[in-house]
């Protein structure tokens, strides 16, 4: 790509950045932030949460239509109807389990890092290699380079 070298754009999980910031301080602002995320999302636990009340809301299903003795078609039908409702009660559990802050009392504040924009992919073709990091950012936020 032609602005693979700009000292204002990096790549990172496979995408292309771009900030008014050096490379080096914005890409490594961001892993810093990235890391707090998926620590963050580790104490969280949701799929844990949701995937119990999933599982509750079938069985509860289940019960419900087997001890109304009703016909197996019918409540087999509503098992989707148990699943989502037995994820969304889960989830609403969860989070009023969760702290109310967003985040787990151990952790430290979640880094902050520069301005970025995300470079699609026919911007970063398409720009010369001398653009200044506002034009790529301009052109970034329009969707193409003119």
Request: no cysteine.
């Amino acid at each position: 790509m032609a602005i693979d070298n700009h000292p204002n754009v990096f790549r990172f999980e496979g995408r292309t950045w771009v900030s008014q910031a050096p490379r080096d301080e914005a890409l490594e602002q961001f892993r810093a932030q990235r890391a707090w995320d998926a620590a963050n999302a580790k104490l969280q636990r949701w799929w844990v949460a949701i995937t119990i009340g999933a599982v509750l809301g079938v069985a509860a299903t289940l019960a419900l239509g087997t001890a109304a003795e009703a016909d197996p078609t019918g409540y087999l039908l509503l098992l989707p109807l148990g699943f989502g409702v037995g994820a969304i009660l889960g989830a609403l559990v969860n989070k009023r389990f969760n702290a109310p802050e967003g985040q787990h009392e151990s952790l430290p504040d979640r880094p902050t890092t520069v301005p970025l924009t995300q470079v699609p992919s026919r911007v970063a073709k398409a720009a010369p290699p001398h653009a200044t990091a506002v034009e790529i950012i301009e052109w970034s936020n329009r969707g193409f380079v003119g």
